[in-house]
């Protein structure tokens, strides 16, 4: 507490922050828990069929809550599970207790088969008549109490928590009927969270059924008909290289640069150096040093030559440059510049996504640990190309259906800050429920 601070009425400072007088801090052991870490489970035992088995992976920061019906768990035959002793329960609370340190999970359904958490994983079981365990898995989800987290990691060969570490762990607790009004209405966001995902992943599924009928002419859109002319990349664009700098050598001083890591990581398959100019890295160096094929122009594309798996070999980002800022193509990316006006600058955006693109650069690409296509032969890959008005017309759909779930996006992050300050208010007490 700072010098000369004073609580607010009715408000107290304890280890964990300021809480209100009638709330009490407890370490979790003084709730008389069930405590225990789960067993050692071995890959070669994973199955199809089989108990469920929770892994350290299976944890996530987005949420507390665990849907042990989905299919991304792993099992564990008859013998892989025989001698585990302890079975996962309805209002169990689970802790990661090493790597990544903290990670909250509840579960707050009916496990449907047998269940157990692997070695990684502190399991962490109340007397639910007197403990809310979904209040507590909400509560160390929190910011405060992830901090103590970090603080109170026991260190050695390898980081992480023992089981006595895990019961000194504090946290605040108001009386079980708050406990109860405040795991509901986080639970009531969470529920909102969990919709809008589902909805968004449903939107992203027919928009990529979309393209593969319109881009491939599958489907047609009214009023266009006739056959489409197949060109090859070599037909379309003359293909450069980039400049090659590494990341250390970016700063926010300097002349734009496209990484190709920044293509790897980018969540649109487009560039903006409008809209985009504070977050694209910046090379400060003479463009006197800088080859023309390598200054990027609005309506460029520019592809990765080098990925560590299979689906980044046909990564690429179309760019949107209308100032003609310069910006400099970099290391292990391939410059398509167009030779023709046959490709609407619209269309770009959407016709290197379709899985028959994605199988020819698998076909060409070459490497084992890292995999790429070369520049030789990316102008052998073949697209199928409709008439410019009809261009124009597919790229309108897909437009208005990415403008609609960038609303949806937007939504979703609006929901998730409520969430956290929700959170914030709800968990420390600063606003009461009635």
């Not at 009490?24 to 994973?46: C, H, M, N």
């Not at 790897?264 to 080859?291: C, E, F, M, N, W």
């Not at 798996?309 to 193509?329: A, E, L, M, W, Y």
């Not at 409709?386 to 609609?404: K, R």
Request: contains cysteine; neutral net charge.
């Amino acid at each position: 507490m700072k010098p000369g601070y004073l609580c607010p009425k009715g408000y107290k400072q304890t280890e964990v922050g300021v809480i209100p007088e009638d709330w009490e801090v407890v370490q979790l052991v003084d709730l008389k828990p069930f405590i225990t870490s789960g067993s050692r489970g071995w890959a070669s035992f994973y199955s199809e069929r089989g108990s469920l088995f929770v892994r350290i992976t299976n944890l996530t920061r987005e949420s507390i809550y665990l849907d042990l019906s989905d299919s991304k768990f792993v099992k564990l035959p008859p013998e892989a599970s025989e001698g585990i002793r302890t079975q996962l329960e309805e209002y169990d609370v689970l802790i990661s207790i090493t790597a990544d340190i903290g990670i909250v999970g509840y579960i707050d359904t009916t496990v449907p088969t047998p269940a157990y958490i692997n070695q990684h994983i502190a399991l962490v079981r109340f007397d639910h008549s007197k403990t809310s365990g979904k209040f507590v898995s909400y509560f160390l989800a929190s910011e405060k109490p992830q901090k103590l987290f970090r603080a109170s990691t026991d260190t050695g060969a390898k980081a992480g928590m023992s089981l006595r570490t895990v019961q000194k762990i504090q946290t605040a607790l108001p009386p079980l009927p708050e406990q109860l009004a405040i795991a509901e209405a986080l639970s009531d966001v969470d529920a909102l969270l969990t919709s809008l995902a589902r909805l968004i992943a449903k939107k992203r599924d027919l928009k990529q059924a979309a393209m593969q009928q319109l881009l491939t002419g599958q489907t047609r859109l009214p009023g266009f008909h006739g056959e489409w002319e197949v060109k090859t990349f070599g037909d379309l664009f003359n293909f450069s290289g980039g400049y090659s700098a590494s990341r250390d050598q970016l700063s926010t001083e300097g002349h734009c640069y496209l990484h190709y890591g920044d293509i790897h990581g980018a969540t649109k398959t487009s560039v903006d150096t409008s809209a985009d100019y504070q977050d694209i890295p910046k090379l400060d160096i003479s463009l006197k040093r800088v080859s023309p094929g390598s200054l990027l122009k609005d309506g460029d594309v520019v592809f990765v030559d080098a990925s560590e798996d299979n689906d980044g070999t046909s990564r690429h980002v179309v760019v949107v440059n209308k100032d003609n800022v310069p910006f400099i193509s970099g290391l292990h990316t391939i410059v398509a510049k167009s030779k023709t006006d046959e490709l609407a600058h619209e269309y770009r955006h959407f016709c290197f996504q379709t899985a028959a693109i994605r199988q020819q650069f698998l076909f060409y690409a070459v490497g084992t640990k890292v995999s790429g296509i070369s520049k030789s032969n990316i102008p052998k890959l073949t697209l199928p190309v409709p008439l410019l008005p009809e261009q124009t017309a597919i790229a309108a759909v897909l437009t208005e259906m990415d403008a609609e779930l960038a609303v949806l996006d937007q939504r979703l992050n609006k929901t998730r800050a409520l969430k956290l300050g929700m959170m914030q208010e709800l968990l420390t007490g600063k606003t009461r429920l009635v």
